[in-house]
């Protein structure tokens, strides 16, 4: 009973570094969606994807690339890690394609230094 | 531009109070409001609202959408101090594929 899976937990970059945050669910949902939560600003949406080899842009995607080779996976790429991309992340699943009813992942806490 | 705004930022009662939280929101294409509650740290679901003047109640939580007035409010009664978390107000906009916009939350603290 996993639900929506993150890793990892906590990392830490320095500037220009890339990485990768891994997305994972075993609930069959279509709707899978990453955002960046910062204090004050509520939650941003940064990339989503309505089904398997579909994404598209959310509001704030600048510095970020995803790719949706399979149901289950969302990974989310920073290409050149950036102090302004300091933040918790946050995956996010939903059974159809509204984007509704969303299930959380644990996050990701990033610093880049 | 889509805007979600939740009041207050933050309030402290005690166990027992209850609490109205609200969320105002400018949004295109308005979808639906969603009322999420976030301890330590993956938000969980609490209601879904569509339908103007029809409350959502879970136990001591109950929540109505104003769609004319564009406000939707979180009721907590007879509160616990376990309902101390950020709660989270989203609208969901037809743009961007169904996308929600979230306010930046009301941090309730429950004293015991």
């Known amino acids: 009973n996993a639900g929506v899976t993150q890793t990892p937990k906590f990392q830490v970059l320095k500037t220009g570094q890339s990485m990768t945050l891994q997305c994972a669910q075993d609930?069959?949902?279509?709707?899978m969606s990453w955002y960046r939560q910062d204090p004050g600003m509520g939650l941003r949406l940064i990339h989503y994807?309505?089904?398997?080899?579909?994404?598209d842009q959310g509001e704030v995607p600048n510095g970020y690339n995803v790719s949706r080779s399979t149901t289950e996976d969302f990974p989310l790429r920073l290409l050149s890690a950036a102090p302004s991309q300091t933040s918790v992340y946050f995956c996010?699943?939903?059974?159809?394609?509204?984007?509704?009813?969303?299930?959380f992942g644990s996050g990701t806490q990033l610093s880049v230094l | 531009e889509d805007k979600v705004v939740q009041s207050p930022l933050s309030l402290v009662v005690h166990e027992g109070d209850t609490v109205t939280l609200n969320c105002s929101y400018e949004?295109?294409?308005?979808?639906?409001l969603l009322w999420y509650k976030q301890e330590k740290k993956a938000p969980t679901f609490l209601f879904m609202l569509?339908?103007?003047?029809i409350e959502k109640k879970s136990g001591r939580l109950s929540s109505i959408l104003d769609k004319k007035e564009l406000f939707s409010i979180l009721n907590i009664t007879a509160t616990q101090t376990g309902d101390s978390a950020v709660y989270l107000c989203?609208?969901?906009?037809?743009?961007?594929?169904?996308?929600?916009?979230f306010g930046a939350g009301t941090i309730l603290r429950v004293k015991s």
């Open positions: 569509t339908s103007s003047g």
């Open positions: 996010a699943s939903s059974y159809g394609g509204t984007g509704e009813k969303l299930f």
């Open positions: 609930m069959n949902h279509e709707y």
């Open positions: 994807s309505v089904g398997a080899g579909i994404t």
């Open positions: 989203a609208v969901v906009s037809m743009e961007y594929g169904n996308k929600l916009v």
């Open positions: 949004v295109t294409n308005f979808r639906s």
